[in-house]
């Protein structure tokens, strides 16, 4: 069965700072990994999507990279700000005849003025 | 484009109770699914649509009915609400070429029952 897991599940910075979220699963059979935002009360917003055969995707100041090999996933976000404030869930698509996402519990990020 | 939509966006049910939540896109796209989103346990998959006549169980399917007659709708029917079933719903829509599936999310449904 594929388990996701994000550290840190929070984390607090001043804005400005450049800073890295991670996120691993269990089982590197993967056809791809998606970051989402989820502000709150809020739905998800899809950020970069990396299919299985890419190692990183850039958009503005988010860079995410994905390892298979080791099943490990970060998004780097670049000179934070306080609107990046928000909870940050990464999912994979496990594979199989279906297409289900396996979700992360998330990281809650806040950026402090 | 609206997007994904859901309905209602807050809803309170006494136990046993019936209820449709509902969903739609329009996008054109194929894939459509329910996730329900829970403190400390993230977004488990209750059902999904790979199209319109098409339906799956997810993770979590106890409960809780689905049927897709449209490539647009994609309601979940609660039978006999349970307190367990308090939880944040929401509703996906992607493409269905697997590798660029990137899921659309609608805002919620915030569902509590007494």
């Known amino acids: 069965k594929q388990e996701v897991t994000q550290i840190p599940a929070a984390l607090s910075v001043p804005e400005g700072e450049n800073l890295v979220l991670n996120c691993s699963f269990t089982?590197?059979?993967?056809?791809?990994l998606q970051w989402f935002r989820q502000d709150p009360g809020k739905g998800l917003t899809s950020l970069l999507l990396i299919q299985s055969s890419q190692r990183e995707q850039t958009s503005g100041r988010l860079n995410a990279s994905l390892d298979k090999s080791s099943g490990r996933s970060t998004l780097y976000i670049a000179a934070s700000q306080p609107g990046d404030s928000a909870t940050y869930l990464c999912a994979v698509d496990r594979g199989g005849s279906n297409y289900k996402l396996t979700f992360g519990k998330g990281t809650l990020l806040t950026v402090n003025p | 484009n609206a997007g994904v939509t859901q309905t209602p966006k807050f809803q309170v049910l006494k136990t046993g109770q019936s209820m449709t939540l509902q969903c739609a896109q329009d996008?054109?796209?194929?894939?459509m699914s329910w996730y329900r989103q829970d403190p400390g346990m993230g977004l488990r998959l209750i059902h999904y649509s790979v199209g319109a006549g098409i339906t799956d169980q997810g993770e979590v399917p106890n409960g809780y009915n689905v049927s897709r007659s449209t490539t647009e709708d994609f309601p979940l029917r609660l039978l006999s609400a349970a307190p367990s079933q308090t939880s944040v719903y929401f509703c996906a829509s992607s493409r269905g070429q697997r590798s660029y599936n990137e899921q659309f999310f609608g805002p919620g449904t915030r569902l509590t029952v007494l």
């Open positions: 996008m054109n796209h194929e894939y």
């Open positions: 089982d590197s059979a993967i056809y791809n």
